[in-house]
């Protein structure tokens, strides 16, 4: 086992506090997270999506394991591949790094042994043994091998799903994390600017858009992004098939371009989705009415989030769907309704 200690304070940590804090109302003792959201939110490290031949390699995905006691802050750490590892040394705000290996070019190994031998010795060292002790884990995403290790080897731990408690820290945003989302927002800006200027003229392919649009925000970012969306003009505005674009079209006056641009900085996504047109022509009489009608309702939806952020008592989702039909259906004459980030029959 390879381990590289990093920091090992982790007062200034607001989100792992959070964490603390619910898990402490379930009477837990240790926690091991296995999504990569929830590995990001209390680590500072941006686990990697899972693509790309690093992913294909290692034998699961990058762990967090700590203890809810803030006194013992040096039981907290990372669990990930070699192929993550100088990248968690350098981000983690967690403890230590401990790696197992994945591969080795003169020698055979076993990711699956290696892995489970880390983990092994990650909980001893904690003091995880014969006193009973109750863990939190992530029913959604923990590796069958690690539950089994838990199962046979540290009968005295009772495990519980932590889904209820991360959702709680998570539904408040700390301060450092609504400067990371305002970051990743204005990258997708870039992006939703970089298509208006591709919309000012007609005859452009969508996939030269697009690469305007990939290329700006990675400009923005200072670096290469993980995006995920669609580009669709013309005709195919009209049609609910994400991800439908870019597509070999190339694009006429009038048409409309339609972005629905997700984009990942730092551990954390933004969505975004413009309707423009092209061809610097005026929108016809159709559109400006489809226009209103998603204005309308954008502007209804933030009235009655409003309204939920009060203190009146919570509401079904039902009447927030309502609550966008109506002023949509206002808009446009007829009972239309939202799907996604338009408006369709």
């Known amino acids: ?3 590289h200690i990093l920091n090992t304070n982790t ?13 402490k109302t379930l009477g837990v003792d240790f926690a091991l997270l296995s999504s990569y959201e929830n590995v990001t939110y209390v680590s500072h490290y941006a686990v990697p999506v899972d693509f790309g031949p690093a992913a294909a390699q290692r034998y699961v995905a990058p762990m967090a394991f700590f203890s ?16 993550y590892a100088a990248d968690a040394r350098q981000d ?5 790094v401990h790696v197992y290996a994945c591969v080795d070019l003169e020698h055979a190994v076993s990711p699956r042994d290696n892995f489970i031998d880390v983990l092994r010795n990650v909980l001893k ?3 995880i043994g014969s006193a009973r002790i109750t863990l939190a884990i992530e029913e959604k995403s923990l590796p069958a091998a690690a539950y089994r290790l838990i199962a046979t080897e540290f009968p005295n731990c009772l495990m519980v799903d932590a889904q209820s408690a991360l959702e709680s820290a998570r539904s408040i945003k700390t301060l450092r994390e609504l400067d990371l989302l305002r970051a990743a927002a204005e990258v997708n800006r870039a992006g939703h600017t970089a298509l208006l200027a591709q919309c000012q003229a007609a005859g452009k392919s969508e996939f030269d858009m697009w690469s305007a649009v990939i290329n700006a925000m990675e400009q923005k970012a200072g670096h290469s992004l993980f995006v995920f969306g669609e580009l669709v003009t013309g005709a195919r505005c009209a049609v609910v098939r994400y991800p439908g674009g870019p597509q070999h079209v190339t694009t006429h006056a009038g048409d ?28 016809t009489s159709t559109q400006k009415l489809y226009g209103v009608a998603a204005r309308e309702a954008f502007h209804a939806e933030g009235d009655i989030r409003q ?26 004459g007829a009972d239309r309704h939202p799907r996604r980030h338009g408006l369709f029959d």
């Open 1 to 3: 086992m390879k381990e």
């Open 11 to 23: 007062q200034d940590n607001q989100e792992l506090a959070r964490v603390h804090a619910e898990l």
């Open 68 to 83: 809810v006691d803030e006194s013992e802050s040096g039981n907290s750490g990372l669990i990930v591949s070699d192929s």
């Open 92 to 96: 983690s705000v967690l403890g230590s």
């Open 125 to 127: 060292n904690a003091g």
């Open 256 to 283: 409309l371009a339609l972005m629905d641009m997700s984009t990942r900085l730092n551990g954390y996504w933004t969505d975004c989705t413009n309707t423009m047109v092209i061809g610097g022509v005026e929108p």
């Open 307 to 332: 309204t939920w952020a009060g203190n009146r008592p919570l509401r079904r989702a039902s009447d927030w769907r309502d609550g966008k039909r109506e002023p949509s259906a206002r808009a446009v």
